[in-house]
């Protein structure tokens, strides 16, 4: 990529960063957390995130769709009493 004149060396830096993402070796695996809902029903989610990405009626549909979502990912069960629950590690 030749990005030399246009830009300065540090946005170089990040525009090749951003380049190489999804390739990178580094890249962080995928996380999720599973945590029961106010209506009685499962969301599954990233860390950090506001909204659910999917929405289950069973703990075990949700587990069952992580583990989708995420064949290779690090999941966590929040249980009812707030305690998380590694379900499955990361590689």
Known sequence: MLLAGRYTTSQVRV??????GSN???AKHDELIIEPRD?????IKK???ERSSDVKDTQKQAVKRAKELA???????KGLNGKFKHIQHGE
Do not use: N, T, V, Y
């Open 47 to 49: 860390p950090h995130a």
């Open 24 to 26: 990178d070796k580094m």
């Open 71 to 77: 064949p290779e990912g690090d999941i966590k069960l």
């Open 39 to 43: 209506d009685g029903r499962w969301g």
């Open 15 to 20: 525009i090749e960063s951003a380049h190489r």
